[in-house]
T-cell receptor
Framework: AQSVTQLGSHVSVSEGALVLLRCNYS??????LFWYVQYPNQGLQLLLK??????LVKGINGFEAEFKKSETSFHLTKPSAHMSDAAEYFC?????????????FGTGTRLTIIP | EPEVTQTPSHQVTQMGQEVILRCVPI?????FYWYRQILGQKVEFLVS????????KSEIFDDQFSVERPDGSNFTLKIRSTKLEDSAMYFC????????????FGPGTRLTVT
């Protein structure tokens, strides 16, 4: 079974500051890990994914995340926040098997950017 | 760029009524999913579908729910007798059979049960 814990339901950062959104996972099998972003009244857009290749993963809009097996973490970072980054961010995990594995989502982190 | 589409964007129905939510997955994808998000809560898995049958379903997906792929392009979720607690955003997703089975999500259907 898989689960995801996102620490901090709300995070506020100043424009231009570092963004750090935390995600810890639990998985009984090797995981695939994902970060999705949801803008108000929209669907889920994939930011980046970890699929057992490079542990540092780069995604869209300047975001990246590092898979740390020893810490069971997959934190999302961006060096310099932009106003357009304000959204809800969801970390998700699936089992790295062949087949249509379901995604298990965390509770989400709402990111607010302070001008 | 190919995308998952869903109709309607918003559905209002009375308790006890049947609703059908429609999705058109990306054309070469083989795996299909429904998730839901109750307002203010996390996204929850409902069901996955492959090769014209359910692969996995959650405890939420009880006998009131069903899924169907009636033709080569549509994927539907039916709720037979809606309850107030079915009010949520319902997302359809699809994935292909390569790589990490990245799931592409549609924009969602907001279901309001009154």
């Amino acid at each position: 079974a898989q689960s995801v814990t996102q620490l901090g339901s709300h995070v506020s950062v100043s424009e231009g500051a570092l963004v750090l959104l935390r995600c810890n996972y639990s998985s009984s099998v090797p995981p695939y890990l994902f970060w999705y972003v949801q803008y108000p009244n929209q669907g889920l857009q994939l930011l980046l994914k970890y699929t057992s290749a490079a542990t540092l993963v780069k995604g869209i809009n300047g975001f990246e995340a590092e898979f740390k097996k020893s810490e069971t973490s997959f934190h999302l970072t961006k060096p310099s926040a932009h106003m357009s980054d304000a959204a809800e961010y969801f970390c998700a995990v699936s089992a790295a098997n062949f087949g249509n594995e379901k995604l298990t989502f965390g509770t989400g982190t709402r990111l607010t950017i302070i001008p | 760029e190919p995308e998952v589409t869903q109709t309607p964007s918003h559905q209002v129905t009375q308790m006890g009524q049947e609703v059908i939510l429609r999705c058109v997955p990306i054309s070469n994808h083989l795996y299909f999913y429904w998730y839901r998000q109750i307002l203010g809560q996390k996204v929850e898995f409902l069901v996955s579908f492959y090769n014209n049958e359910i692969s996995e379903k959650s405890e939420i997906f009880d006998d009131q729910f069903s899924v169907e792929r009636p033709d080569g392009s549509n994927f539907t979720l039916k709720i037979r007798s809606t309850k107030l607690e079915d009010s949520a955003m319902y997302f359809c997703a699809s994935s292909d059979a390569t790589g990490a089975y990245e799931q592409y999500f549609g924009p969602g259907t907001r279901l309001t049960v009154t």
